[in-house]
């Protein structure tokens, strides 16, 4: 199935935050759940969830007495259950009577939108599954799927496939799901469709390909070029470096590159990009200096093509690893009362569990983080988010957290540069401080976020870095603290989380 949408000029302003199709399974068939192979479920009923007991917010429940008792005490929320769009391309549901599985497979991402990473719903307690096409979930309004001023607009989603199949009852019903990846294989292998015959779906022959070599040039790593290892290189409506984060309206192509940083993209709609690209273990975003153009049946070799990441001068201390998330830091263990039983054991997927933020005020009754840099370890000293800590009677303080660091002398000629990467933002401000956390601040974001992603279990949201020029003045030789303040506290869902901190200090010749 797919859809073309279309807003014709002059047409009246409109936001539409979320565009998807929804299938309501039958619930009294239905009751077995799989998104991947290691988050796979039995699923309690929406009559369960409809009795349950309302946290924080109106999707995540407590099961305190539902139908099945093997469900009492845990916690259900579809958030629970979101994907990344560059893994969301089969999931859905069992039924054991009789043994048929209920597939969304997703063949192709060009249609969706925000890049590789960007996170959205699959399936969840219903029994429901969704083919989402587009939403600000993960991202907020800085989305931008507005359309104002008559602007004219159409895309084409989909098509998705939705699988049916089926094994004899003395077959194990986990075979489905075994065939709902071969299906799936078999579908990304067919698209583009030939099928369609809509003149607004181009097929194979009338589209174009790019390939070349990704590679990064920071000498302060490396005195070589550094293949571009793994990286994500993707073409996407002409923007700025990273606009492609919150691009909605036209059509995304992305790929990740090999060992050594070569790329290919196949299947490209015709028209003009942009060439992005960003790679694991480094800062920032890289963008090819000329526009891309593709044209039916091209094939374009852009070659090598070298980004060099934002640096000053040499790392005096780093703290986690630029990822675009904050999967390397604590994650506490949830409260016992509050549970998925799901996620108890895959340490990959602790962050899902349901009121982690609370944690923060059981580990830091008083007094806020302290971080020392040689001697803390960020894997078990850095808490994965930066929020509010709840002092109770629905009351809520702003967070200053600080890190420590010795210099064993001062360079008095430059500047110091602190990099802050960070991986998700909500309603936040931070704030930095040098040695006096009553000085005036030497930076602030401003206001903020709208990712909403700790309260909905995901481990980023939109990516944003910062380059923070410190003044030698301010530095002592010696110890220093660096105090980051999180001002914002209406609720438990303000706060960051941080991708990545680094000090440089200024070049030396």
């Keep these: 199935m797919y859809g073309i949408l279309e807003r014709l000029e002059g047409w009246p302003d409109v936001d539409m935050d979320q565009i998807r199709i929804v299938f309501k399974l039958n619930s009294k068939k239905f009751d077995f759940m799989a998104i991947s192979d290691d988050r796979q479920r039995s699923m309690p009923s929406m009559a369960d969830r409809d009795n349950a007991k309302q946290l924080a917010y109106k999707e995540a429940v407590l099961f305190t007495n539902p139908r099945n008792p093997m469900f009492k005490g845990e916690v259900d929320d579809k958030y629970m259950y979101s994907m990344e769009d560059k893994d969301n391309n089969v999931h859905g549901w069992i039924s054991s009577e ?7 497979i997703t063949p192709s991402d060009e249609f969706r939108l925000g890049g590789p990473m960007k996170q959205d719903l699959t399936s969840h307690a219903g029994p429901i599954t969704l083919s ?32 049916l199949n089926s094994v004899s009852p003395k077959d194990s019903t986990l075979r489905l799901w075994r065939d709902a990846k071969r299906q799936m294989a078999a579908e990304v292998k067919s698209w583009p469709y030939d099928f369609v015959t809509s003149v607004d779906y181009p ?84 963008k090819f200096e000329q526009s891309i153009t593709i044209t039916p049946g091209s094939l374009m070799n852009v070659g090598p093509i070298v980004y060099e990441p934002p640096r000053n001068g040499p790392t005096l201390w780093e703290i986690g690893v630029p990822d675009r998330t904050a999967r390397e830091f604590y994650i506490p263990d949830p409260y016992p009362t509050l549970m998925n039983k799901l996620y108890v054991n895959p340490l990959q997927d602790r962050f899902r569990q349901y009121g982690l933020w609370d944690r923060y005020a059981d580990l830091y009754p008083q007094n806020d983080l302290v971080y020392t840099v040689g001697v803390s370890d960020y894997r078990r000293d850095w808490f994965f988010a930066h929020v509010t800590r709840n002092v109770g009677n629905k009351t809520y303080q702003p967070t ?35 040695n006096d956390p009553k000085s005036d601040h030497i930076f602030t974001t401003g206001f903020i976020g709208k990712d909403n992603a700790i309260a909905r279990h995901g481990i980023h949201g939109l990516y944003r870095l910062y380059s923070i020029d410190v ?39």
């Design 471 to 509: 003044a030698v003045s301010l530095l002592n030789i010696g110890d220093n603290t660096i105090y980051l303040t999180q001002s914002r506290s209406i609720g438990p869902f303000e706060g960051i989380m941080y991708d990545y901190i680094r000090l440089e200090s200024p070049f030396r010749t």
């Design 400 to 434: 200053t957290w600080q890190i420590i660091f010795n210099l064993r002398n001062v360079n008095r000629v430059g500047l110091y540069t602190l990099r802050i990467a960070l991986a998700s933002a909500a309603n936040s401000e931070l704030q930095i401080r040098i």
């Design 203 to 286: 097929l194979r022959h009338q589209r174009g390909t790019i390939e070349g070599q990704f590679l990064i040039k920071d000498s302060y790593v490396s005195r070589l070029r550094i293949y571009g290892r793994f990286a994500f290189v993707g073409l996407a409506p002409i923007g700025e470096a990273g606009s492609w984060q919150t691009e909605s309206k036209g059509y995304q192509f992305w790929t990740k590159a090999d060992r050594k940083g070569r790329f290919i993209i196949e299947n490209v709609r015709e028209g003009n990009y942009s060439l992005y690209a960003w790679g694991f273990g480094f800062i920032g975003d890289y």
């Design 98 to 104: 009789p043994p048929v599985g209920f597939w969304m």
């Design 132 to 163: 989402m096409f587009t939403s600000t979930h993960y991202a907020g309004k800085d989305m931008r799927m507005d359309y104002r001023n008559g602007e004219p607009w159409k895309k084409v989603f989909g098509p998705v496939f939705a699988y």
